[in-house]
């Protein structure tokens, strides 16, 4: 059984920082790209980020590029992300999401599984 479970959300001033953690099991972890995708309050979906199999490639949403880092430890089968000068704009639920595909490089993805999701707040 697939699950993905995150952790490491919560309260945080805006210009603080923050480091999500994806636990994940019941799959070949090492094979497949891994992304975050978060929903803020009353709104859609928005992928944030994604890594590759191997974690030596990372792609990011414009909202969040040279702010977050995603990062990934195949040996423990888990996916982080720092936030770093979070806004308040960033406050969401994130999620944790395995795609479908294992290919790199495909402009969009077909996810899944998801996590439970994690709350994080910006504000002061």
């Known amino acids: 059984e697939v699950q993905l479970v995150e952790s490491g959300g919560g309260l945080v001033q805006p210009g603080g920082s923050l480091r999500l953690s994806c636990a994940a099991s019941g799959f070949t972890f090492s094979s497949y790209p891994m992304s975050w995708v978060r929903q803020a309050p009353g709104k859609g979906l928005e992928w944030v980020s994604i890594?590759?199999?191997?974690?030596?490639?990372?792609k990011y949403a414009d909202s969040v590029k040279a702010r977050f880092t995603l990062s990934r430890d195949n040996a423990k089968n888990t996916l982080y992300l720092q936030m770093n000068s979070l806004k308040p704009k960033d406050t969401a639920v994130y999620y944790c999401?395995?795609?479908?595909?294992?290919?790199?490089?495909?402009?969009?993805?077909?996810?899944?599984?998801w996590g439970q999701g994690t709350q994080v707040t910006v504000s002061s």
């Open positions: 999401t395995k795609p479908r595909e294992t290919d790199w490089g495909k402009s969009s993805y077909d996810y899944d599984y």
């Open positions: 890594i590759n199999s191997g974690g030596g490639t990372t």
